[in-house]
């Protein structure tokens, strides 16, 4: 393991973010726009007085902690498509560069990917909603790391997914992290899913993070035993995708294919 | 004399199609060889597989004395490559590109190193572009800065002099030509261009349908099929007959 090869391409990736006006849209645009329709639209909703909890908090609570997931997934997935789109995998992989290296590259990015999106969300969340992020305090730390992780795994799958079946794939490919939405509990409780839902759902780690996130803003406490089974979930998903990872790159060695993907 | 690149038995097959048939070949610390062949032959399979980015299906391969399937970071590290049909990211400018490689090889006092490549390949002046508006040749000029950046003892380099204006093929020859002399550099390569490759090379490995079907000196292979320059060897070869002779043709 090699810091600089790794710092190497963080800095090649800031280099595009500095000044590419699609990239930092990508970070900012969609997450601003979401946040201030489902902002103002719950506050209205609020207003109307449906119901006792804090419909804001809980839904602008969801609209961050599912962006930090899919900022996460994107950091990973994005970072290995711009190496196939400009068709620079082969030079990247003729260096000494190991898969290793790149992956943690992609972490690294998605944490500082995370880092500028929920600050902005924060303070806008703040400014526009008085919603205040900290108010999870410390259990922001797990479940932050939680979604990071989460996200990456899913991320790694989707590099996965395009090197067996191409770029024509990528839309397929994107479209993995909304497969996981509905039985995450981003919106509404486990407990709003039919039976066999549920048990799908209490095998993600990200249930258990936004169940918990609802929790701690009803005021309650996170249970730990919560907290253990996103990570050990998440434990399992970072072993199948990197195992996926590595047999489909071996795959592409053997095909062939790391010289033709575009 | 010692092998700076071994191959032994080596095959690669897609699928049913051989693309590398068993071949077997060392190569001399410090010399310059061109592998040479039809479309199709099996060049760039092979020196894909000399880089680790295509497995072989079978055989072995050893750079700078060691086995690459083992010891491919410290191999890769002093072996680089260039070829037209791989680019480096357009929406970088030029310096950018040459930092980030050079990051990856971790080149010590990289400004110096970028500065000095950029001199030598004459690119200089296109530092602070856009890769994406650079000409074909000056992107082909650009690869070849990079393939130096880590002082590579094996370069690699796959039809990476085509689309150059005659000048620049020139210059980049001699400059090829210099590296082998100066710093002993060793380099294998694909080409085309004949001429070039007569000016160049101190051996030809000849290939086709995967197979070496000849492997001598430019000069003692023209000479061995009475012709009178490698262009004609090369048709000779590949046709596999003396349609190569025949002026209707
Ligand atoms: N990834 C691949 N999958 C299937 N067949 C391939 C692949 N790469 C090359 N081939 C086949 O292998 C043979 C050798 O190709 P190649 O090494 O590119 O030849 P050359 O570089 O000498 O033109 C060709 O018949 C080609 O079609
Ligand atoms: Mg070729």
Redesign the pocket.
């Known amino acids: 393991m090699k810091l600089h090869r790794i710092n190497a391409l963080l800095i090649r990736h800031l280099y595009m973010y500095r000044r590419s006006l699609p990239r930092i849209m990508d970070i900012f645009y969609w997450p601003v726009m979401e946040l201030l329709v489902w902002g103002f639209l719950s506050a209205y909703l609020t207003n109307s007085n449906l119901g006792g909890i804090n419909i804001v908090s809980v839904l602008l609570g969801a609209l961050i902690f599912w962006d930090i997931l899919s900022q996460s997934q994107k950091s990973v997935s994005v970072a290995f498509l711009e190496d196939v789109w400009e068709r620079n995998l082969l030079n990247i992989f003729v260096t000494p560069l190991r898969p290793s290296e790149f992956l943690i590259s992609t972490a690294i990015l998605g944490i500082i990917r995370i880092a500028l999106v929920s600050l902005v969300m924060g303070l806008l969340a703040f400014f526009f909603y008085s919603f205040n992020l900290f108010q999870l305090g410390f259990a922001l730390l797990p479940f932050f790391l939680n979604l990071l992780i989460f996200g990456w795994a899913i991320g790694v799958v989707i590099i996965g997914i395009i090197m067996r079946y191409g770029t024509q794939a990528q839309i397929l490919a994107f479209g993995v992290i909304f497969l996981v939405q509905p039985v995450s509990a981003v919106f509404y409780p486990v407990s709003a899913l039919p039976y066999g839902l549920q048990i799908v759902s209490r095998l993600l780690p990200s249930s258990y993070v936004f169940e918990g996130m609802r929790t701690v803003i009803a005021g309650g406490e996170v249970l730990s035993s919560n907290l253990l089974m996103a990570f050990l979930t998440n434990t399992a998903y970072v072993v199948l995708s990197l195992l996926f990872f590595y047999g489909m790159f071996a795959r592409a060695k053997r095909?062939?294919?790391l010289?033709?993907l575009e | 004399m010692s092998a700076i690149i071994e191959v032994k038995n080596l095959r690669?097959e897609?699928?049913r199609?051989v693309?590398?048939d068993g071949i077997s070949f060392g190569i001399e610390e410090g010399s310059i060889t061109a592998?040479l062949?039809?479309?199709?032959?099996?060049?760039?399979?092979?020196?894909?597989m000399l880089l680790d980015i295509?497995t072989p299906t079978s055989g072995e391969i050893y750079l700078l004395g060691k086995l690459l399937r083992s010891h491919r970071e410290e191999i890769l590290a002093q072996v680089n490559f260039s070829s037209p049909y791989v680019s480096m990211p357009n929406n970088l400018t030029v310096w950018e590109n040459l930092a980030t490689f050079g990051r990856l090889y971790g080149v010590r006092n990289l400004k110096k190193k970028i500065y000095q490549l950029a001199e030598m390949f004459e690119i200089s002046d296109l530092m602070k572009k856009w890769t994406s508006s650079l000409s074909t040749g000056q992107v082909t000029r650009l690869n070849l800065a990079k393939a130096f950046l880590n002082d590579p003892k094996v370069l690699l380099l796959?039809e990476a002099t085509a689309s150059l204006d005659p000048d620049i093929a020139d210059k980049t020859r001699k400059l090829l030509s210099r590296m082998q002399k100066e710093r002993g550099i060793t380099i294998l390569y694909?080409s085309h261009n004949m001429a070039e490759i007569e000016e160049l090379c101190d051996r030809v490995i000849f290939?086709q349908k995967?197979r070496i079907v000849d492997d001598a000196r430019p000069a003692d292979m023209i000479s061995k099929y009475g012709r009178k320059d490698l262009n004609e060897v090369f048709l000779h070869i590949a046709r596999g007959d003396n349609e190569s002779l025949n002026p209707n043709i």
């Open positions: 095909r062939g294919l010289l033709k | 690669k897609f699928g199609a693309a590398v592998l062949g039809p479309n199709g032959a099996g060049k760039t399979t092979t020196i894909q295509i796959d694909t290939l995967g």
